[in-house]
């Protein structure tokens, strides 16, 4: 199947998690591992969103627009190359059964307050997703302070690291499945981030040995992203025994 698409306001916060506590992978998927003094890590991504006009190929007159926010894992494939692992898709209670039974997705509801135009403010904004638990936090333009975590280089090629990943793969009821994304070359606006609430995150991703979630590595926010992508099913043989459950 193919999807089009648009994220506006889509923010980006990346975190720098121990990857001795992370939920094990089915193959051939692997952690992108990157070292630091703190030791080996693995950068996972909260994105939130407002998807636009989203459609199938063939349907192209039925559209579906909301909120959305995601959490993915950076790993590499059985190719050895760098994608990311969709763990975890918040939508409204209306969009759910659409994202499950269409596209596949691991999505559950949740309720959203985002700022209306985020990309045209010049102060601070404040975003919250909640589900049992919430997060909340307020953001502005500006890089934040150095903070822990394996050092990935200059504003530039941090960015890239994240955006570069032009596949994807997510665990569907029983199934790896796979989606690809056509190239498109985005700007990335730096922000300052302070975090209110962060219960959402252990709610969504466990991790062991893990008290609490460390301070962001990095945070920005990219006006539009367009995308064109494919999805399928990775082939049953290259799978594990047994796949873990997202959440």
């Known amino acids: ?103 596949r997705q691991p999505a559950s509801a949740g309720r959203f307050s985002y700022p209306k135009d985020a990309t045209g403010a010049t102060g601070e904004l404040r975003w919250e997703v909640r589900r049992k638990r919430s997060l909340a936090f307020r953001a502005e333009p500006g890089v934040a302070a150095a903070s822990e975590g394996p050092n990935l280089g200059s504003w530039e090629r941090t960015v890239n690291y994240f955006l570069r990943r032009r596949r994807g793969y997510f665990y569907s009821f029983g199934k790896l499945r796979v989606f690809e994304f056509t190239p498109v070359e985005v700007d990335a606006v730096p922000l300052r981030v302070n975090v209110e609430r962060d219960g959402l995150l252990p709610e969504c991703l466990e991790v062991q040995g893990l008290e609490s979630w460390p301070q962001l590595h990095s945070a920005w926010l990219c006006p539009r992203q367009s995308f064109v992508f494919h999805l399928g099913s990775v082939p049953e043989r290259a799978l594990g025994r047994s796949v873990p459950a997202p959440g």
């Open 1 to 103: 199947m193919i999807f089009h698409t648009a994220a506006r306001d889509c923010l980006y916060l990346n975190w720098a998690l121990p990857a001795a506590g992370l939920p094990p992978l089915a193959p051939p998927l692997v952690y992108d591992m990157c070292d630091s003094a703190e030791g080996r890590s693995v950068f996972v991504s909260a994105a939130l969103f407002r998807l636009e006009g989203l459609h199938l190929q063939t349907v192209p007159l039925l559209k579906l627009s909301h909120p959305q926010f995601s959490l993915r894992l950076c790993i590499r494939d059985g190719d050895g190359l760098p994608a990311v692992l969709l763990w975890r898709v918040i939508i409204p209670a209306w969009a759910v059964p659409g994202a499950r039974l269409v596209a």
